[in-house]
């Protein structure tokens, strides 16, 4: 990917899904209806969303189908199997370096997964932490390859209406703050 080895992005969203893992399984069952940093959203809520995600990005591949999660469905099952068919995906260089069309453009598909995927995972993973009381560090590497398209990407990213405005950062802010700020997010 742009100079990158291959194995970046699959590495890099393997650590991601581990983080939201974690969060998801810690918030499981009683933690499904907390508040969450996203506005009308609940953790339920979010890991739904991030399951949608990814079965939308799994539909760009070959013989695939995104459906979205369904109101009965185990999320912590869903999650599991979602993110391990990701996974293969992306160790698999037929499947990662696949030219896909997507709504941004003709791309690979492991490119839409560094951008789309790894950073609205990793966001919510914040959310998901913010929301239940736990650990909301971030992986530093994750954060700032984030950060070095989002940034610059600007306004654009707001367009959808997916994020709020920004918030200004602390002087002193480290990267995971200044990207929180920058997606709306009091951190």
């Known amino acids: 990917m742009n100079g990158v080895p291959d194995s970046e992005v699959a590495d890099r969203y393997s650590t991601i899904a581990s983080g939201f893992s974690a969060r ?3 918030a499981a069952g009683d933690g499904w209806p907390s508040p969450t940093p996203c506005a009308e959203w ?3 809520d979010i890991v739904e969303h991030v399951i949608g995600v ?3 990005v799994l539909g ?3 013989g695939a189908e995104a459906d979205a999660p369904g109101p ?7 999650w ?3 993110t391990a068919a990701l996974q293969a ?3 698999d260089p037929a499947l990662a370096h696949n030219v896909i069309t997507t709504p941004f453009g003709e791309m690979r598909f492991e490119d839409l997964v560094s951008r789309m995927v790894c950073s609205d995972t990793l966001v919510h993973t ?3 932490a913010r929301a239940t009381g736990q650990d909301e560090r971030l992986d530093p590497h994750a954060v700032e390859v984030a950060w070095t398209w989002m940034e610059p990407a600007g306004d654009r990213l707001r367009q959808s209406g997916a994020f709020g405005p920004a918030v200004t950062p602390p002087p002193d802010a480290d990267t995971q703050t200044r990207l929180l700020c920058f997606l709306g997010r009091a951190a």
């Open 24 to 26: 998801v399984e810690a």
């Open 42 to 44: 609940t953790t339920r």
């Open 54 to 56: 990814h079965r939308r």
């Open 60 to 62: 760009y591949l070959p």
């Open 72 to 78: 009965d469905e185990d999320l912590v099952a869903a």
């Open 80 to 82: 599991n199997a979602d």
């Open 89 to 91: 995906a992306l160790r």
């Open 126 to 128: 914040w959310d998901l």
